[in-house]
């Protein structure tokens, strides 16, 4: 075997982190994978409607790689979700319509999935319709159904793909920020980041919303510009009525593909985004708006039977689409400079073809740059969940605590998350080389998710991490560089960056 390819991988998120792992799939590569925050999976991988597009929006003949890579990835996921213990849902999706011009726009997707090749998708009406939906409003005309629909934590999806990379030999960096990609007589060399220089022969740019940014850097596509464009949502309580069985949503538009109702894989009613477009410097501009929010009700309303009232919100959040230029994913291997890949301006269905794009990835890197990719022998494929209380009988608890008694110990009551959980999330942050955080021990266990948000277990669960790691309390972050204790308020108003 000739000496090893060094490639860096820039963003852990869910694109970044599939490429780390499918490169650890073959011989001769040595992976590092580049985050700035202090855990995997805090940009805009985080904030999304978490759902598994089957494929039947994207138009082939707009956007080739999109739609191809929208359906390979809706099949690839339920291999991913398998091998990774990932929570998942596999309900299927009906596109509400509730006018007869709504109805001539949705009928396109009929073709689309034909054209696709996205099994199953048609037209239900009436009976049928309310057979599939139960809690669909009954002044809807009828829906497209496309019964490969899934959705997915998006958060536990990245951590659990990393975790893997990193049992397969990638190496993860957090809290290091890739200032600029370092090119010497036309060849990448590395990263030049806050923690210093990385060698690489091959820079992945999977930067997400600064994608364009990283590009420049390396003197690629400097008019290519990645403008946010802000999706706002409302989480319901689990105990909510009329909860829908499927995912349902409206007819999508030019910008986006419509306000969703779900229930989440954790069993909270998720309704969302919208969808507005920020100025290009507005890459941070995460907060809700009234306005907002009222459209995401209104909308909703034509979807539900019921919309539960606003009290039973328990958070409001908003994402931010990287959008490209005309809505074009950047996906490219340069040959000048040679060793440098876009993978840029990854919008919906981003989280979809993730995997479809990784293989994808190295397929373009195998062929820029005349690399074989053969096969490792002895790839672990696998990577376990972290075993949880969360419904489970008393019987299964009993035999649990029994074995390990911080079973028994409950640490968040709403979310029902023991002491053993919080450590096991833990030790997991460390052992990929993350950063400890509440917001890390949260999207793995969901301790701090539920109606009280952490009101009652944040403060437990910092005292965990500060034990676990023998750090002290002050220097525990809730998230992006809010400390837990250094401002007991944060800590107790639940003011996550
Ligand atoms: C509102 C909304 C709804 C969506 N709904 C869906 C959906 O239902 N289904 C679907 O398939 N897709 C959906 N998407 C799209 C999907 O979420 C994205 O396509 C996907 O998450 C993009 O992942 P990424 O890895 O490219 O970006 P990110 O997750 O943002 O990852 C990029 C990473 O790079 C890091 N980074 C950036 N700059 C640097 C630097 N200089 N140095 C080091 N690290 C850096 C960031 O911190 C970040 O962690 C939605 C998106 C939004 C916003």
Request: charge should be neutral.
């Amino acid at each position: 075997m000739g000496p090893l390819v060094k490639v860096a991988v820039v963003g852990a998120g869910v694109v970044g982190a599939s490429i780390a792992r499918v490169l650890t799939m073959y011989e001769g590569f040595e992976v590092v994978l580049v985050e700035r925050e202090p855990d995997v999976g805090w940009g805009v991988s985080k904030a999304n409607t978490s759902v598994i597009h089957p494929g039947h929006e994207e138009d082939p003949r707009q956007h080739p790689l999109r739609a191809k890579l929208c359906v390979e990835g809706n099949r690839l996921w339920r291999r991913w979700v398998r091998e990774l213990d990932i929570p998942a849902r596999w309900p299927g999706e009906l596109m509400v319509f509730a006018s007869p011009e709504e109805e001539r726009e949705a009928r396109k997707y009929v073709e689309l999935a034909k054209l696709n090749g996205v099994p199953g998708v048609r037209l239900v009406y009436g009976r049928e319709l309310l057979a599939l939906e139960p809690n669909v409003n009954p002044q809807a005309l009828g829906a497209v159904y496309a019964p490969t629909a899934g959705t997915v934590s998006p958060f536990e999806a990245v951590t659990a793909i990393v975790e893997n990379a990193v049992e397969n030999g990638a190496r993860l960096l957090v809290e290091t920020e890739v200032l600029r990609v370092r090119v010497e007589g036309g060849e990448v060399k590395g990263l030049e980041t806050t923690r210093g220089f990385v060698e690489a022969d091959i820079v992945v740019n999977a930067a997400g919303l600064w994608a364009d940014e990283v590009s420049r850097s390396a003197g690629v596509e400097p008019e290519f510009r990645i403008r946010p464009r802000r999706g706002e949502y409302l989480l319901f309580d689990e105990d909510v009525r009329g909860k829908p069985a499927r995912i349902l949503h409206t007819v999508p538009t030019p910008v986006t593909k419509g306000v969703y109702a779900l229930t989440t894989v954790h069993g909270n009613l998720l309704l969302g985004p919208t969808a507005e477009d920020l100025p290009p410097e507005a890459k941070d501009e995460t907060g809700t708006t009234r306005e907002g929010l009222g459209r995401v009700l209104s909308e909703a309303a034509k979807l539900l039977r019921e919309v539960p009232p606003p009290s039973k919100v328990i958070r409001t959040f908003a994402g931010l689409r990287p959008e490209p230029p005309g809505g074009e994913w950047l996906v490219k291997a340069y040959e000048d400079p040679w060793g440098f890949v876009n993978v840029a301006g990854i919008r919906s269905p981003g989280l979809t073809a993730a995997p479809a794009l990784a293989h994808h990835v190295a397929g373009l890197i195998s062929e820029a740059y005349g690399i074989e990719l053969r096969r490792k022998e002895g790839w672990n494929p696998r990577r376990v969940g972290i075993a949880r209380l969360a419904g489970k009988s008393l019987r299964e608890i009993d035999e649990m605590a029994r074995a390990n008694p911080d079973y028994g110990e409950i640490v968040c009551y709403c979310k029902m998350v023991s002491k053993a959980e919080v450590l096991e999330a833990i030790e997991r942050i460390r052992r990929i080389g993350a950063r400890p955080t509440i917001d890390g021990v949260k999207f793995r266990v969901q301790a701090g998710f539920g109606r009280c948000q952490g009101s009652f277990c944040r403060w437990r669960v910092a005292l965990l991490i500060a034990q676990a790691t023998g750090r002290p309390l002050h220097e525990v972050l809730v998230g992006r560089g809010a400390y837990a204790v250094g401002d007991v308020k944060v800590l107790l108003r639940g003011g996550a960056a």
